[in-house]
Structures are given as C-alpha cells and as structure tokens.
C-alpha cells in the first residue's frame, strides 16, 4: 500500500500540475473546497497519524524524522502556500511512510496502541486496522481528487492498485 499510496500520489500531483494554479485552488465545492484543499487534507492526515504511530513503544526508527515536521491542529491545516510546495511535502511523507512500512511486522500489526485524537479524546485501536484505515482514508481522499481533476478536463487514468500486483502471466 505505501508503493501504490506514492504512485497514485505522484499521478495526482503531475495531474494538478498541468492545471493553472487558479484552477487547482478554486472552490469546487468539494469536501475539502478544492483540488488543493484536498491534497493539502490527505498530507494533513497522514502527518497527524504518522504522529500518533510514532508515540508507541517500542517506537519505529523511521518515524523519528516528525519532530522536523508540524503537528497540525486541524484537518485543514495549509501545510504549504502552492502546489509545489504541497507536493515537495508529500513527497517527504511519502518517503517516511515506505520506510515506515518496511518496518511493519505481523507482529506489531498484532497489538494495539493508544492515540489521542485532535479533539483531545484517547483511543485504544488495532495496529493493523489504524493502518488499514491510514491507506484507505488516502484512497478515498484521491477518488475525490480524481473527480476535481476530470471535471476540470484532466484524467489521472488508471488508479486500480490491480495495476501493481505482479503478474505470473507468461
């Protein structure tokens, strides 16, 4: 999941990036208002977990890195004024969330951990769930983006994770 996350990531910025930036920031009435509050909504959400992950004990060495990043208060938090900047961002979380990934085991996906939300409420969840909830809340942020970015004339194509599963076809 975090291949196809940096893959879908990678198609929707290069898409977003063939807009003008007038395009890119108007408010489509979406969710998130536009295709940049969206992107900017996903980063934001993938930091604000990446910071909860990065509290447990024992702790993941890949995560260490956050304390060079914001912890956002609010699931609306501009992380950077452009696109390009949005992306120079993401691209940053995109490499801590493969590292991140890799230290993964069955066995840490096993337990559970406790996290505090940002309306300052304490939870004690699934590992493997959270982390299942951490891709998904991606994908379903990127479908919204890839219909801002159609109604605006540009296709990403393919966003199927199908498109990354090797195959033994001969």
Known sequence: MAKYNRWMNERMYDAAASLPESAVIADMKAF???IFGTLNHIAVADTIWLHRFS?????FPSLTVLSELPHPASLRQALAADLSGLRE???RLD?????WAAELTANRLSGDISYTNTAGVTFRRNLGALVQHFFNHQTHHRG???TLLFQCGVDVGVTDLLTLIPS???
């Open 89 to 91: 961002y993401r691209s």
């Open 95 to 99: 490499n801590i969330i493969e590292q």
């Open 32 to 34: 998130f208002g536009s």
């Open 168 to 170: 033994d076809d001969a």
């Open 55 to 59: 509290q447990q004990e024992p702790s």
């Open 144 to 146: 919204q983006v890839s």
